[in-house]
């Protein structure tokens, strides 16, 4: 079991930052992608960002990229969400997540394990 704990969650401007963590832990001791997702009022949960166990790998979704920054530091077993440029759109509760497999996914129902999410709210 892998148990996740998101925060850095907060009221921000829009053209504001603000930067996401996901800490690890219990069975932290094999390689796992993390993932990161956002779901807003109203709205199905959707893919943000998502990293391999190495780093090398990234991917994001159309709409943060260029904004968001995908990072993680396994000697922490932490994830991080640099967020800039933030927009009111950007408004939601945001999970990460992890794959035991280490893919790079965007579907949220191939993720093992998840957090209790962090609100993140951009005002205009």
């Known amino acids: 079991q892998v148990q996740l704990v998101e925060s850095g969650g907060g009221l921000v401007q829009a053209g504001g930052s603000l930067r996401l963590s996901c800490v690890a832990s219990g069975r932290t001791n094999s390689a796992y992608a993390m993932g990161w997702f956002r779901q807003g009022p109203g709205k199905e949960r959707e893919f943000v960002a998502a990293i391999s166990w190495n780093g090398w790998n990234t991917r994001y979704a159309d709409s943060v990229k260029g904004r968001f920054t995908v990072s993680r530091d396994n000697a922490k077993n932490t994830a991080y969400l640099q967020m800039n440029s933030l927009k009111p759109e950007d408004t939601a509760v945001y999970y990460c997540?992890?794959?035991?497999?280490?893919?790079?996914?965007?579907?949220?129902?191939?993720?093992?394990?998840w957090g209790q999410g962090t609100q993140v709210t951009v005002s205009s």
């Open positions: 997540a992890a794959d035991q497999r280490d893919f790079i996914v965007t579907m949220s129902g191939e993720y093992d394990y």
